[in-house]
């Protein structure tokens, strides 16, 4: 089946360092790729989306490649903020049975950066 | 703005104590999902609507209900609420099933506490 795997955390940087989040994946299929940040008690929130091999999503100064020779699909900052601060969830959303996309995701990033 | 909106943000109920979460969409999406986390972990997809269409996933506990009375609106029913339900209850919703570089968004989510 499918599978996310993130980089174990809690990562913590001091502010305007360069953050890298690893993630790899596992398809059957085609999928779709995401990154969701999850501030403290709240909801999941789109950070970023690349939907074909070679394409780059960007938002917010963080940018991620989907890399299908290596299936994977790195987050990258190149200078961290305080409110970065969060937990980071790599995704995929591919067929599952039925004719349905679903997403599956990594156990998450801790993210915390220190003034 | 468009948004998934999740009432109440926060619910205390009782060991056993029926309990009911809101969702409500103004994207216009065919599909709502809900989906449960627990603290440290990945959300968990418990089931889905499309459209009027009830999709459950295959290890949900029979405890945990849902309904979709318009497209707007949908709800989660924990008939009997034990204390590893504590958890935070996620919405979220997508315009289609069927299409690969759909996007969940996300909803704020509800804390449940049982007590």
């Known amino acids: 089946g499918d599978s996310v795997t993130q980089m174990e955390g809690p990562v913590t940087l001091s502010e305007e360092a360069f953050l890298t989040i690893n993630c790899t994946y596992t398809?059957?299929?085609?999928?779709?790729l995401f990154w969701y940040v999850q501030y403290p008690g709240e909801g999941l929130q789109l950070l970023l989306k690349?939907?074909?091999?070679?394409d780059k999503g960007s938002n917010k100064g963080f940018e991620a490649t989907y890399r299908k020779e290596t299936t994977s699909f790195h987050l990258e900052k190149g200078s961290v903020q305080v409110s970065d601060s969060a937990v980071y969830f790599c995704?995929?959303?591919?067929?599952?049975?039925?004719?349905?996309?679903?997403?599956?995701f990594g156990k998450g990033t801790k993210l915390s950066v220190i003034p | 703005d468009a948004m998934v909106i999740q009432n109440p943000r926060y619910q205390v109920t009782q060991f056993g104590k029926p309990v009911t979460l809101s969702c409500s969409q103004t994207?216009?999406?065919?599909?709502m999902y809900w989906y449960q986390q627990k603290s440290s972990q990945a959300p968990k997809l418990l089931f889905h609507?499309?459209?009027?269409?009830?999709?459950n996933e295959a290890d949900t506990p029979d405890n945990f209900q849902s309904r979709r009375p318009n497209t707007s609106f949908c709800f989660l029913d924990i008939r009997s609420p034990g204390l590893g339900d504590a958890a935070m209850y996620l919405c979220?919703?997508?315009?289609?099933?069927?299409?690969?570089?759909?996007?969940?968004?996300f909803g704020p989510g509800t804390r449940l506490t049982v007590l």
């Open positions: 979220a919703t997508s315009r289609d099933l069927q299409v690969r570089t759909d996007t969940q968004y």
């Open positions: 398809a059957t299929g085609y999928p779709s």
């Open positions: 690349a939907t074909k091999a070679d």
């Open positions: 995704a995929l959303s591919d067929l599952r049975g039925a004719g349905s996309y679903q997403l599956t």
């Open positions: 994207l216009n999406h065919n599909v």
């Open positions: 609507y499309y459209d009027k269409d009830f999709n």
